[in-house]
């Protein structure tokens, strides 16, 4: 068989033509669950804030898989033994790290299941999976749950330097023009090894870890935690929670998407299982289900959902004051009482229990690299050390440190 029969050519910006080869991996890529991805950005409401930001989780999906096939060949020409089923996993694995995504990316991930993260629903998913193709994912799913023997194949997939990670940083210092935020791929995977069982980096790559550690404390202060995007979030978020209010009083509200609707009505919870009816009406939300329900419930009749809608569509969004420490009671009565004034002034009326819908205080916690738990190893002179004790650049030892955010979202 001629090669260029054997696989699919996917042409993409960030790293090049990817080569899928044909049989269960292109079979899972072609399948709905995954093909849904297209219709989820993989930045949520990034987009926003950075106009070329468009990007899919489906394109994160190829490009983890695209970083898989290049270090699984790295390392079996290093001498470690990774056998064909094992290879073929690991890609699946990849592949399907994130396919329990739901819309607009981690933005919804509380609102729509309680007990829920993203991860329990992609395990769900790959179990589905797995029936429809008759065991075929088995050792996919042993990966991705770090019970497969050969512990490293799940540190490519989950870890402080994992395939995800390092797509994603690319990808989205790609498309949002944060150039920060690029980081040398090809020198990590290119260094990597297994030693003892354990994905390490030589001594050779140190300093392109220290350039991903780096890379990945910018992104998140300019992309990720950007005070837009925060503000946006909390505004969707609002939305979300009127409608689930005014569903419990029955309160008539405007049809939008029925898929959509199920989850806001019913509030599944995921802490025990995730039933076939979740994962069938899961795998059919994408982000066009919250645009066409938004523009629906814009004309409510309740006023405050409509105003929510309205600002959201309009790209009215909410502001964000960050604080250097946890704001003061007063500080919080201040900012709210002059919230409340202003709706007021704009013909809304907002008092003591309706301003939570556009007043709230959060919190983010960021970690560029958790060292204490789940560590990156530099291998120097057939030893492997922890990269915080190996690195000789003292001022990544401050990147350790996880870093506080105190910030209030409230309107302009």
């Known amino acids: 068989m001629d090669?260029?029969?054997?696989?699919?050519?996917?042409?993409?910006?960030?790293?090049?033509?990817?080569?899928?080869?044909?049989?269960?991996?292109?079979?899972?890529?072609?399948?709905?669950?995954?093909?849904?991805?297209r219709r989820i950005r993989q930045l949520g409401l990034g987009y926003l804030v950075f106009p070329a930001a468009e990007h899919s989780r489906f394109s994160h999906a190829l490009g983890a898989l695209e970083l898989g096939q290049r270090v699984l060949k790295n390392l079996r020409e290093k001498d470690t033994t990774i056998s064909n089923s094992e290879f073929e996993g690991t890609l699946i694995a990849l592949l399907l790290h994130d396919v329990g995504h739901g819309p607009l990316s981690h933005t919804l991930e509380h609102s729509l299941l309680q007990d829920f993260n993203h991860e329990m629903m992609s395990l769900a998913i790959m179990h589905e999976l797995n029936k429809q193709f008759n065991g075929a994912l088995d050792t996919a799913i042993e990966i991705f749950t770090d019970k497969h023997p050969k512990k490293f194949l799940h540190q490519l997939v989950s870890s402080q330097l994992d395939l995800d990670r390092l797509d994603y940083l690319k990808r989205d210092s790609f498309f949002t023009g944060v150039s920060e935020g690029?980081?040398?791929i090809q020198r990590i995977l290119k260094t990597m090894r297994v030693h003892k069982g354990t994905i390490v980096i030589e001594k050779k790559g140190i300093y392109a870890i220290e350039n991903y550690i780096i890379s990945r404390r910018l992104m998140?202060?300019?992309?990720?935690?950007?005070?837009?995007?925060?503000?946006?979030?909390?505004?969707?978020?609002?939305?979300?929670?009127?409608?689930?209010?005014?569903?419990?009083?029955?309160t008539e509200i405007p049809k939008g998407s029925l898929q959509l609707e199920y989850f806001l009505r019913e509030q599944p919870s995921a802490e025990k299982t995730i039933s076939?009816?979740?994962?069938d009406a899961y795998a059919q939300l994408d982000d066009y289900d919250v645009y066409q329900s938004i523009k629906a419930w814009q004309f409510s009749s309740d006023p405050i959902l409509a105003d929510l809608c309205t600002r959201f569509l309009n790209r009215s969004l909410f502001r964000t004051t960050f604080f250097e420490k946890k704001?003061?009671?007063?500080?919080?009565?201040?900012?709210?009482?002059?919230?409340?004034?202003?709706?007021?002034?704009?013909?809304?009326?907002?008092d003591d229990s309706s301003i939570d819908y556009y007043f709230s205080i959060e919190k983010s916690t960021t970690e560029a690299y958790k060292y204490k738990s789940d560590g990156i190893w530099i291998l120097e002179n057939d030893v492997a050390v922890e990269f915080s004790k190996a690195s000789d650049t003292k001022s990544i030892i401050a990147l350790t440190e996880s870093v506080e955010k105190y910030f209030i979202v409230h309107p302009k």
């Open 220 to 250: 998140y202060m300019q992309v990720y935690l950007h005070k837009t995007v925060l503000g946006a979030d909390a505004l969707i978020r609002s939305i979300f929670r009127r409608v689930s209010d005014l569903m419990i009083t029955n």
């Open 182 to 184: 690029s980081v040398g």
């Open 276 to 279: 076939k009816k979740v994962i």
């Open 327 to 350: 704001p003061t009671k007063k500080q919080v009565e201040a900012l709210k009482i002059s919230s409340i004034k202003n709706l007021n002034e704009q013909g809304l009326a907002i």
């Open 3 to 37: 090669k260029s029969t054997r696989y699919k050519i996917f042409n993409d910006p960030v790293h090049g033509f990817i080569s899928v080869p044909k049989g269960i991996i292109l079979q899972l890529i072609d399948h709905p669950y995954v093909q849904r991805l």
